[in-house]
């Protein structure tokens, strides 16, 4: 296997239906404007509580793509 580099950013993804829509809805905006994503990784769940308002469900996570540098 060839040597690699990957760069890892956090993300906070939400949703009102459920932890896994959120992790969707991050990976999706992502995935926009970053090429050779690999691996999302669920650091923190959390769920944002407000009176008369829907449940926010919450994810935290690190995402890794490959790096490309200039050389």
């Known amino acids: 296997m060839a040597e690699s580099v990957y760069t890892v950013i956090a993300l906070v993804g ?37 009176s008369g308002n829907p449940l926010i469900y919450r994810v935290r996570m690190e995402l890794s793509f490959k790096y490309e540098g200039t050389g």
């Open 14 to 50: 939400t949703s009102n239906e459920s932890w896994e829509k959120a992790a969707v809805v991050a990976i999706e905006q992502a995935s926009k404007t970053l090429r050779d994503i690999r691996v999302a990784r669920i650091v923190e769940q959390d769920i944002h509580i407000e």
